[in-house]
């Protein structure tokens, strides 16, 4: 049973940066596909960057793109976010996901969106506050 924790939350002023990890384990083989979602109160859970371990190919909502960047440690079994330009809006308790499934998944996403459904594991999350 795969297994994901998140660490790196915190606060930060508007304006500063934060790097979110996320370590994996039980993963048995290298096609599957990481993601990066945060939620507020009342609200779905919103997608925001996906990396297919596969061959590294990342995707990114608009309202994320340019500031935050998904990537890997070399070893594959680390998730990173990191997190520039934050502002009040980026408040919201943030969780890493996985789904066995590879580039046919980045595909689905580009035309669907990062969707909550797409993905089976999930971490605890880790709350990211930023003030103004």
């Known amino acids: 049973q795969p297994q994901l924790a998140e660490s790196g939350g915190g606060s930060v002023q508007a304006g500063g940066s934060l790097r979110l990890s996320c370590s994996m384990s039980?993963?048995?083989?290298?096609?599957?596909?990481m993601g990066w979602f945060r939620q507020t109160p009342g609200n779905e859970r919103e997608g925001i960057a996906t990396?297919?371990?596969?061959?590294?190919?990342?995707h990114y909502a608009d309202s994320v793109k340019g500031r935050f960047t998904i990537s890997l440690d070399d070893t594959k079994r680390t998730l990173f976010l990191q997190m520039d330009s934050l502002s009040p809006d980026d408040t919201a308790m943030y969780y890493c996901a996985s789904t066995f499934a590879g580039q046919d998944l980045i595909s689905l996403i580009q035309r669907q969106g990062i969707l909550a459904r797409f993905f089976k594991y999930w971490g605890q999350g880790t709350q990211v506050t930023v003030s103004s």
């Open positions: 990396i297919y371990i596969g061959n590294g190919i990342s």
């Open positions: 039980g993963f048995g083989y290298n096609s599957y596909t």
